[in-house]
Nanobody, 120 residues
């Protein structure tokens, strides 16, 4: 089994910053792409940022220039640095990872989510 655990969410004022972390554990041979998604009340879950195993990144237009995704393969962890936060960033944030549990087997794993609230 593979488990992803997010941390770092909380309440911040507009313009503030947070850093989310997501650590993977369990039966892991290697980790491919990792990403962050978010879901606001009444809205569909959307991709916020993704990072490939070689470090290539992509971002939703709404967060470009404000958020940075990174990873530490030794720690099996993906991060999301969020700056200049806006009320519209309020959502539950989920991490995601494409994990190989063996040379030929892979699973897509999701974390439990962490709440980010941006409010005055």
């Amino acid at each position: 089994q593979v488990q992803l655990v997010e941390s770092g969410g909380g309440l911040v004022q507009p313009g503030g910053s947070l850093r989310l972390s997501c650590a993977a554990s369990g039966i892991i041979f290697s980790i491919g792409a990792m990403g962050w998604y978010r879901q606001a009340p009444g809205k569909q879950r959307e991709l916020v940022a993704g990072i490939t195993s070689d470090g290539s990144t992509n971002y939703a237009d709404s967060v470009k220039g404000r958020f940075t995704i990174s990873r530490d393969n030794a720690k099996k962890t993906v991060y999301l640095q969020m700056n200049s936060l806006k009320p519209d960033d309020t959502a539950v944030y989920f991490c995601n990872a494409d994990i190989r549990t063996s040379i030929l087997s892979r699973i897509v794993s999701w974390g439990q989510g962490t709440q980010v609230t941006v409010s005055s």
